[in-house]
């Protein structure tokens, strides 16, 4: 957006109860006249609207570019509106689990420099996933997400996350969450295909169809996830036994998250091998259908149950604004 004088404005989209919208209100406003650019825009998000309503109001006042500062669904909800629009989109960590940021590799507690970089940096497109959600009554959604996308025991940790836990205590209370889902956790039936490729038929705790794959404390749930590869990432997940969750968690985090990352590392899997727990699969689309509902989630928020989901990957389609010469590791 140009004001009378051609100045460009900044619009900030802001969930005030995530992060600390006084504090980068300040900062953007400073930011914004030190680069010649018009007084911001502010919104903030409701209750009633995560996000997509506020970004479009920002967009249809020309915004030249928008911030975004809250949780991850915040951040989800804004990127949806964003997507194939061309307009930079800057993401200011604040929240709990921050996962877009981390998989852009951002400095988490540096919100100037993000900030700055609507003015001075660089633009980088990446990829966004869409899942289309069908329920038991028929009903049929499209929703984005930034991260990935999941149905099953997965969306069972999540709602079964207590709120004012994960408050004080961020992304840790999703062990709580796990630590509550895990006992009753039962397999359930899917069809799914990747790609349109051939039918399978399998019982399954969770599956996974992911963007990127990066979680807090240096988890990598889908190791070869890259934001901007145009391609989507599915992990099938199957505890297998009465180890069977051993075996999830040594794959995630012993393998993914510590093998991985040295070249010895990556040889001793490739000589032990990666185990059953977890199957690895990769394309531009993919769908799984139920014969129960079951629950889903995108990004970390509940978004209740499916009989169907199907997710595609639309490459390129965000335009991320990073500090100058950041660069966005491929995966």
């Known amino acids: 957006m140009d004001d009378d004088a051609g100045r460009p404005r900044a619009a900030l989209v802001v969930n005030p109860v995530k992060a600390d919208a006084p504090r980068l209100v300040g900062l953007l406003r400073s930011l914004s006249a030190d680069a010649g650019w018009d007084e911001p825009l502010v919104l903030e998000t409701t209750v009633q609207d995560p996000g997509q309503s506020a970004t479009r109001s920002a967009l249809d006042q020309g915004a030249a570019a928008v911030l975004v500062a809250g949780g991850d669904g915040t951040v989800r ?22 996962l877009l940021a981390r998989n852009l590799g951002l400095a988490l507690d540096a919100p100037s420099a993000v900030i700055d970089a609507v003015f001075r940096g660089d633009r980088h497109p990446v990829d966004i996933g869409w899942a289309e959600l069908t329920r038991a009554d028929g009903e049929v959604k499209e929703h984005g997400f930034v991260v990935l996308a999941g149905i099953g025991l997965d969306a069972h940790m999540i709602a079964n996350t207590r709120p004012g836990l994960k408050k004080s205590v961020g992304w840790v209370a999703y062990v709580d969450g796990a630590a509550r889902s895990l006992p009753g956790a039962k397999p ?80 001793m899997i490739e000589l032990t091998g990666s185990g059953s727990s977890i199957h690895y699969l990769r394309g531009r689309d993919a769908e799984a259908a139920t014969t129960e509902p079951a629950p889903v989630e995108l990004d970390g928020d509940e978004f209740g149950e499916a009989v169907r989901i199907r997710c595609r990957i639309d490459p390129g389609a965000l335009l991320i604004a990073v500090p100058p010469g950041h660069v966005i590791s491929p995966a």
């Open 188 to 267: 359930f039936r899917i069809m799914y295909a990747v790609e349109d490729r051939r039918l399978h038929s399998v019982k399954v705790h969770s599956m996974l169809f992911a963007n990127c794959g990066a979680l807090p404390a240096g988890i990598a749930l889908i190791p070869d996830a890259s934001i901007t590869d145009g391609d989507l990432d599915v992990a099938v997940i199957q505890a297998r036994g009465p180890f069977g969750w051993l075996a999830v968690w040594r794959t995630v985090w012993w393998q993914n998250s510590v093998l991985r990352r040295s070249k010895a590392g990556r040889r």
């Open 77 to 98: 909800a804004v990127s949806e509106t964003m997507a194939g629009t061309g307009v930079p989109l800057a993401i200011v960590p604040s929240g709990t689990g921050n």
